[in-house]
């Protein structure tokens, strides 16, 4: 591509909203579509960018990856996001202490596809870790619980806190 032609993509792309926020160009995101699903559900919440809001909900750019590296963490990502997360947890020595909501209502793709964008594009797991898919989510969607369960079992997965 040439110069000026990369120049007229970046402006064309950089208005983007979802991509743009996530600090990359389309063809710079390994999960595109993650992306748009990140943006149009999580966002509001965790920040375009996967930063966070101090008063609202914790970032997401560390412990995704840690707990894509390991079975249980895996699965705690899917619980996560299917049955939603309440009570105190710590994240980079800040508490939070709200509820986050289930997305059980969209699809085992979509929410694999969501996992996979903020464990690889926004917390910048390695690229050879297994991206999770959509029988990860499906087997997790067999075993209902509550976001208080989902708390308990973080536990056992994320960095012990303050
Ligand atoms: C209404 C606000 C809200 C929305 C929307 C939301 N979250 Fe959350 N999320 C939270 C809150 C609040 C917590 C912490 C819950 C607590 O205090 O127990 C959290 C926690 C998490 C965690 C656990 C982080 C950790 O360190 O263990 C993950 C992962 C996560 N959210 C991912 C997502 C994804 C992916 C979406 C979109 C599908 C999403 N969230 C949408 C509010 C939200």
């Not at 917390?123 to 067999?142: G, M, N, Q, V, Y």
Request: net charge negative.
């Amino acid at each position: 591509m040439s110069p000026r032609r990369a120049c007229l993509t970046a402006l064309v792309t950089l208005p983007g909203g979802a991509l743009s926020a996530a600090g990359a160009q389309a063809d710079g995101l390994a999960y595109p579509q993650g992306a748009t699903s990140f943006q149009a559900n999580c966002a509001v919440c965790h920040g375009a960018n996967g930063a966070g809001l101090p008063s609202l909900a914790p970032p997401l750019l560390a412990n995704p990856a840690r707990y894509a590296a390991s079975a249980e963490g895996r699965r705690q990502l899917a619980m996560t996001v299917l049955y939603g997360l309440f009570g105190d947890i710590a994240v980079d020595g800040h508490h939070y202490d709200f509820r986050m909501p289930d997305f059980s209502r969209l699809d085992d793709a979509t929410l694999a596809a969501t996992l996979n964008f903020v464990v690889f594009d926004l917390a910048h797991a390695p690229a050879d870790l297994k991206p999770l898919s959509a029988a990860d989510l499906a087997t997790e969607r067999a075993h209902p619980m509550d976001g208080a369960a989902v708390r308990e079992h973080r536990k056992g997965v994320a960095p012990a806190g303050p």
